[in-house]
């Protein structure tokens, strides 16, 4: 069975500095996604960023990148320049391909709090 | 693009009653999934449906829980004889399969349905 782990429960940043949130993943396929969503404290799951398991390159987007090391099976994701309206849940999440399972996986989560 | 509806957006019953939730995709997805979400923990996978056909169910989705989507638009989720562990947000998601194998789709989730049981 797949697994997400997030290990770090809450996290401080500076606001304008960077951040590493950590996401690990066990599974034996071969092909499979990998998510990250934000939650704020109003509720809704916003989508951030998608990385492919055959990307060979680390996804981007705007301040959100993705940390893709396949070998030891991680997928941190880097907030930079942070801002207060980042302070929010953020969970990893994985669909698996070889075994069709479509459905997101998602970790415990990791609170970030941006302090000014 | 009016986002995924959830109705009702909170829902209080009493032990033993039944509930029903319903969830409105956006209008073009043919992927609708529902999910509960226990305070401080990540959403749990119950089940999910491709068009009107229901293709994966989870474990925690009890003999008590039920979900339909007859014409693979609007889903609901019917939870029978609610017990006090039933207390949870209830997310639904919902997503476009371009083609076949397309697993890159983002989920686009509404905003849920919190449920207690007294």
């Known amino acids: 069975a797949q697994k997400i782990t997030q290990t770090q429960p809450g996290m401080f940043v500076q606001e304008k500095e960077a951040v590493t949130l950590d996401c690990t993943y066990d599974t034996s396929d071969q092909s499979y996604g990998l998510f990250w969503y934000k939650q704020p404290s109003s509720g809704e799951m916003i989508f951030l960023i998608y990385q492919g398991s055959y990307d060979e390159q680390n996804a981007t987007e705007g301040r959100y990148s993705l940390n893709f090391q396949k070998a030891r099976k991680s997928a941190n994701l880097v907030i930079s320049a942070s801002q207060l309206g980042d302070s929010a849940m953020y969970f990893c999440?994985?669909?698996?391909?070889?075994?069709?399972?479509?459905?997101?996986?998602f970790g415990s989560g990791t609170r970030l709090q941006v302090q000014p | 693009d009016t986002g995924v509806s959830q109705n009702p957006r909170h829902k209080i019953t009493k032990r033993g009653q039944n509930v029903t939730f319903r969830c409105d995709p956006i209008s073009e997805h043919n992927r609708l999934y529902w999910y509960r979400q226990t305070l401080g923990q990540g959403p749990e996978f119950l089940t999910y449906?491709?068009?009107?056909?229901?293709?994966?169910k989870s474990r925690l989705l009890s003999d008590r829980f039920s979900a339909e989507r007859p014409k693979g638009s609007f889903s609901t989720l019917e939870i029978q004889r609610t017990e006090q562990g039933d207390s949870a947000m209830y997310l639904c998601a919902s997503s476009l399969e371009n083609r076949a194998g397309d697993y890159n789709s983002p989920l686009h989730f509404g905003n849920g349905t919190r449920l207690t049981v007294t």
């Open positions: 449906f491709q068009n009107e056909a229901q293709l994966e």
């Open positions: 999440a994985m669909t698996m391909m070889d075994t069709g399972r479509r459905a997101l996986t």
